[in-house]
């Protein structure tokens, strides 16, 4: 974040935090009641002109709405203070939850236009199947670049004649991760960083 902040002029440092926890065996209740303590916390740490929250592994729009709510309990309503807020209700941007993993696909295809290549064609591993990696995997795919591997939190797959990003996509949202997704061959988390590509993509 420091780097970026700095390419962008933005007058901010960089920092990240979080709970360590698995929300997946959290109740909506629980993920609630943890995130209003955390922000209890942390509410004197962040603002609008020292940090702000935005939505991670494990979060979304709806952490960010408790954050703000729990925030603005002690600051006053600050909507500026979280980054990923629901957009209908909270005014949150449109294109949030992509421009990140839009982004990587920018920064791929800059990269690849300097070397006389495009995306369509060429053979991408990405590590990291969270919200910016899918949606890496899913812009480059839809540029026709072959995703012949990814991996998450949960394991690794690879498809040397390419993955169907939306089938996985569809699957993880059910699954919660890419392990036992039967359109590729189950492996090593790490064999991945050394399999067979034309680009390699950490998105972790």
């Known amino acids: 974040m420091t780097w970026k902040t700095a390419v962008a002029k933005i007058p901010y440092g960089g920092a990240k935090g979080g709970i360590g926890c698995d929300t997946s065996k959290l109740s909506v209740t629980e993920l609630e ?33 408790w954050i703000l ?24 941007s449109l294109g949030r939850d992509a421009v990140t993993g839009r982004g990587v696909m920018f920064g791929t295809e800059a990269l690849l236009n300097e070397h006389g290549k495009s995306i369509s064609g060429q053979r991408f591993v990405i590590q990291g199947f969270g919200n910016v990696g899918s949606w890496a995997a ?3 795919s839809e540029q026709g670049g072959k995703i012949v591997a990814v991996s998450d939190i949960t394991g690794a797959i690879k498809n040397k004649d390419g993955i169907d990003i939306e089938s996985v996509l569809n699957y993880t949202k059910e ?27 950490p998105a972790r």
């Open 69 to 92: 709510d729990e925030y603005s309990k002690f600051h006053g309503y600050s909507p500026a203070v979280v980054t990923g807020k629901p957009i209908q209700d909270l005014g949150g």
């Open 175 to 201: 699954h919660r991760g890419v392990k036992g997704f039967h359109g590729a061959h189950p492996v090593d988390a790490n064999s991945i960083l050394v399999e067979d590509c034309d680009t390699l993509i």
């Open 33 to 65: 009641r943890l995130t209003r303590v955390f922000t209890h916390k942390i509410h004197d740490l962040i603002g609008i002109h020292t940090d702000v929250p935005a939505p991670d592994m494990g979060t979304g729009p709806q952490t960010m709405a």
């Open 138 to 140: 899913k812009l480059i």
